[in-house]
């Protein structure tokens, strides 16, 4: 089910999902702002993500990703693309369940290591495709635990974004 009113639409996934892509198309057809989650924590720490896993480790980039998530998922009208880590938080998990419509993008670990494999170097916990694999496997019972609905990346002649906009719209019209 759907729980609703909500003031905003998050959208989760492993790395590699594309959630930015995704997260910029459906902006764009709602009409509503887009905002990136990672980029959001760089600009707050004045550093890039690499630069935050290596000096504060992952508990430091945790605790300031769970204070920038929470910032960003009280914004209405807004498509938000969250860390593929972000859910690991139970406080995020509950934020999402409180007036966010969440999104998971469901990828195949194959698909999304392809994508990753090139800029590995700007993803700290994409280093080799085994560790990789283990963390995906790991994190799919969060991911649908926190989802409101599963996006399949599909072959289809609509990009799934545009569905899922549709779909957004028609609640929000509701
Ligand atoms: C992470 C995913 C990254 C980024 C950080 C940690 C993770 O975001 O937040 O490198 O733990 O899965 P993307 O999912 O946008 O790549």
Do not use: C
């Not at 290596?54 to 807004?78: I, K, S, W, Y």
């Not at 283990?134 to 002649?157: C, F, G, I, M, N």
Request: charged letters at 25%; glycine letters at 10%; zero cysteines.
């Amino acid at each position: 089910m759907i729980p609703g009113p909500f003031r905003n639409l998050a959208l989760i996934g492993f790395m590699g999902a594309g959630k930015t892509t995704a997260g910029e198309a459906l902006a764009a057809r709602l009409g509503w702002a887009f905002l990136d989650a990672d980029r959001e924590i760089e600009r707050e720490a004045g550093r890039e993500i690499p630069a935050i896993f290596a000096e504060d480790g992952e508990p430091g980039f945790r605790a300031l990703e769970e204070r920038v998530v929470g910032r960003l998922l009280t914004q209405p009208n807004a498509v938000i693309a969250l860390g593929g880590g972000a859910v690991l938080s139970a406080v995020t998990r509950e934020r999402l369940r409180d007036g966010s419509f969440t999104v998971l993008l469901d990828v195949s670990p194959q698909t999304a290591w392809r994508r990753v494999e090139a800029e590995a170097g700007d993803r700290p916990l994409a280093g080799e495709a085994r560790g990789f694999a283990e963390l995906y496997e790991a994190r799919q019972s969060l991911y649908h635990t926190a989802a409101d609905v599963v996006a399949p990346l599909q072959k289809r002649s609509i990009p799934h974004p545009i569905r899922i906009a549709d779909k957004v719209s028609i609640r929000t019209r509701s």
